[in-house]
Structure formats: C-alpha cells, structure tokens
Nanobody, 122 residues
Framework: QVHLAESGGGSVQAGGSLRLSCAYT?????LRWFRQPQGKEREAVAA?????????YYADPVKGRFTVSEDTAKSTLYLQMHNLKPEDTAIYYC?????????????????WGQGTQVTVSS
C-alpha cells in the first residue's frame, strides 16, 4: 500500500514562492497534485506520468508558474510554485495511482496524502 506525506505548505504574500514535497513509499506511474480551495471543489494542478521519458501536465491557471518534478533517489515528488496569487490559496494534496487515463480526473486506486495548506495573501 502506498503512503504519501506532504510538507512545505505555509503562508506567503502574493508574488512569493513555496515548494511542496510529497514523500512516497512506493513509486506509482501517475503522480499528481490536486488542490481544494475552501468551499470549492477539488481540482487537478499538475501531473507527472512515469511512462517512457515522463509526461507532465499542468492546469491552465498554473502554467508558467508551477513546476512538478520528482527525485526518485529520495522517493519524493515536488511542486515548485512561483509568483503565487491569492487564488492559489488551497489545501494541496499529493495523489498517486497506478494509472490515470485522464490526468486531471478520477482513476482507480488513487491514494491521497493528508494535504498541506497554502495561503497567499494580497
């Protein structure tokens, strides 16, 4: 069974940066970041698909500002966030699954981390 542990959340001012980390016990093909703003639905932020040379996806609101990466030696997934905006405020979740036919959607056997709060003030 996969276990995930996120860290790195916090409070920053608009324009600031944060790096989220997600330590995993077992590497999965589909590694993703989701977020859930208070009172809103959960949404996919970024995905790293470990197939071939690796495929990366980003949601339109974060393109050019967020970067997803992985350090396999440390069994850790990262989300580097730059130029943060108040609308990025949310709980961020690391998600692992053996597959994700649609990178931003539901898939079988999704494992979720406990989440980490990111708060961006204007």
């Amino acid at each position: 069974q996969v276990h995930l542990a996120e860290s790195g959340g916090g409070s920053v001012q608009a324009g600031g940066s944060l790096r989220l980390s997600c330590a995993y016990t077992h590497r999965q093909t589909c590694l993703r970041w989701f977020r859930q703003p208070q009172g809103k639905e959960r949404e996919a932020v970024a995905a790293l698909i470990n197939r071939g040379s690796g495929i990366i996806y980003y949601a339109d609101p974060v393109k050019g500002r967020f970067t997803v990466s992985e350090d396999t030696a440390k069994s850790t997934l990262y989300l580097q966030m730059h130029n943060l905006k108040p609308e990025d405020t949310a709980i961020y979740y690391c998600v692992a699954s053996p597959r994700c036919p649609v990178w931003s959607g539901q898939s079988d056997y999704m494992t979720w981390g406990q989440g980490t709060q990111v708060t961006v003030s204007s």
